[in-house]
């Protein structure tokens, strides 16, 4: 009888063994399987952000590109502007200066016009004295100016050497005479004088 009852007994954890281990291979590909998915979703979801990045970077590179072509358009039409604008000023101060010669040329064809037969010689000179200091004064209010020469050392910024003379107790290299007056216009130098050195 016992022998009956240990079989049965036996017999039940066999079974029972089966059982479970039935049960863990069936667990067994189920969790396999959602690990797979798992995994085939993590590089989807990436692949989308990627995407997502790709497409905002190619929005920010056209709104980029939008604004160096605007800049460009309007750098383009300020320079024009300037251009333009810079002409006119020229154009301006051309006109002016002209305007202001003219009453000395009107000076001069007046002395010329003149029977010089009864013009005394002093008064031919005076007459072309104040035609002279008339233009000058044209020629300083557009801010030219002669610059002195005579008695300075030379300096090729501003003088240019014709001859080298004997100086008369000079020091080498000291103008003793000007040829040609050099003028200034502001700061910089407009003409060179012409200068005789001593040797």
Wanted: hydrophobic share 35%; no cysteine; glycine share 4%.
């Amino acid at each position: 009888m016992e022998k009956i009852l240990n079989k049965e007994q036996q017999s039940a954890k066999e079974h029972k063994g089966k059982n479970n281990s039935s049960e863990k291979s069936e667990k067994q590909p189920a969790d396999i399987s959602s690990a797979k998915k798992t995994a085939h979703r993590k590089p989807r979801k990436e692949m989308a952000k990627l995407k997502k990045k790709i497409i905002e970077f190619e929005q920010e590179l056209e709104k980029s590109r939008d604004r160096y072509l605007r800049f460009a358009a309007e750098f383009d039409n300020y320079r024009k502007r300037t251009r333009k604008e810079f002409q006119q000023l020229i154009e301006s101060a051309e006109e002016k200066l002209i305007f202001e010669l003219l009453p000395v040329l009107d000076n001069l064809e007046r002395v010329i016009s003149q029977d010089h037969s009864e013009l005394a010689v002093k008064e031919f000179i005076d007459g072309i004295k104040i035609i002279t200091n008339q233009f000058s004064e044209v020629l300083k209010k557009a801010g030219v100016e002669p610059f002195e020469s005579v008695g300075k050392e030379f300096e090729p910024n501003l003088h240019d050497a014709m001859m080298q003379v004997d100086g008369d107790g000079a020091e080498p290299n000291v103008i003793v005479q000007e040829i040609e007056k050099g003028y200034m216009i502001g700061s910089k130098v407009l003409r060179h004088a012409k200068v005789a050195v001593a040797k």
